[in-house]
């Protein structure tokens, strides 16, 4: 329509009569009805990358190479404390990565700490996209066993865990009963149901990952109070008034996951076996 035309339609009144003039005559208009009257807004997103001025980018360079002079000249652990940074560790890094954690994908920094200049205490700065950091080779662990204080505070969790287990097994078996009502009541524990357990599942519903305890479940007779089960979260006594026959799809399903288990496990293996017993050395690190 034309401006003239256009502007009596939206802005007219229902029931009111216009006369128009325009280019193509004169025009009595009668307003019926209208529809989608709202007013509205016309608005626009727009994104505007920030990258960091050449001014910038110097100050934080000469910032990071005081920092990596004073980490060589005194300590790594001083020289974060003098200028309030925090350090991240990144643990486990093997020759073929390609991220670390904290940080994401930088192969340099890899590179680097397999490189034959490397050593305990070495330090050195790299520049990525959008930051400068300042990398120091803390620890290397060898070939074959871990060392023990590597591994301590997970051998002494698992230990803990077992210990615990045991004390807690031993309470439960000096009760000498078959009733898990009398077990829940000196214990001060509470008795949950447990409904509608599936073979195909692994998790105990409000407690967590539980693969050995819910295969132990369907090993029970009906009517039968379990020996305690010491699992990932905790010990577990189980009374089982009630059957859960696995269905024909349950048992598909579980075996369908085990041959797929079983195939990986054996291409896994199999390519393990062959690296084992042929002298070739892996150096692809060095150029990737």
């Known amino acids: 329509m034309v401006p003239e035309f256009n502007d009596v339609c939206f802005t007219g009144k229902i029931g009111e009569y216009y006369l128009v003039n325009t280019q193509f005559g004169v025009h009595l208009i009668e307003i019926l009805n209208k529809k989608g009257n709202a007013k509205s807004v016309k608005y626009a997103v727009i994104n505007r990358k920030v990258t960091p001025s050449e001014n910038t980018e110097t100050e934080i360079y000469t910032l990071a190479a005081k920092f990596l002079n004073e980490a060589k000249n005194r300590d790594f652990k001083t020289a974060i404390n003098n200028n309030n940074l925090s350090s ?29 200049e490397s050593n305990i205490g070495s330090l050195k700065m790299f520049e990525t996209t959008n930051q400068f950091i300042v990398a120091m080779l803390s620890n290397i662990t060898e070939e074959g066993y871990q060392n023990i204080d590597d591994i301590y505070a997970e051998v002494e969790f698992k230990l803990r865990k077992k210990t615990k ?121 060095q150029f990737y």
């Open 88 to 116: 991240r560790n990144a643990n486990g890094i093997n020759k073929m990565d390609y991220n670390i954690a904290g940080i994401g994908d930088n192969r340099e920094i890899i590179k680097w700490i397999y490189g034959n």
């Open 165 to 285: 287990g045991k004390i807690i097994t031993d309470q439960i078996l000096k009760l000498n009963t078959e009733s898990i009502e009398k077990i829940a009541s000196s214990l001060d524990l509470e008795i949950k149901s447990l409904a509608n357990y599936k073979i195909t599942s692994s998790n105990l519903p409000g407690i967590g990952l539980e693969p050995e305890v819910s295969g132990k479940i369907f090993g029970l007779d009906k009517n039968t109070l379990s020996y305690p089960i010491t699992g990932n979260n905790g010990v577990f006594v189980f009374y089982i008034d009630n059957d859960f026959p696995p269905t024909s799809d349950d048992v598909a399903s579980v075996q369908s996951r085990l041959q797929n288990n079983l195939q990986v496990r054996t291409e896994r293996e199999s390519f393990d076996a062959l690296k084992d017993n042929s002298y070739i050395f892996d150096n692809r690190f």
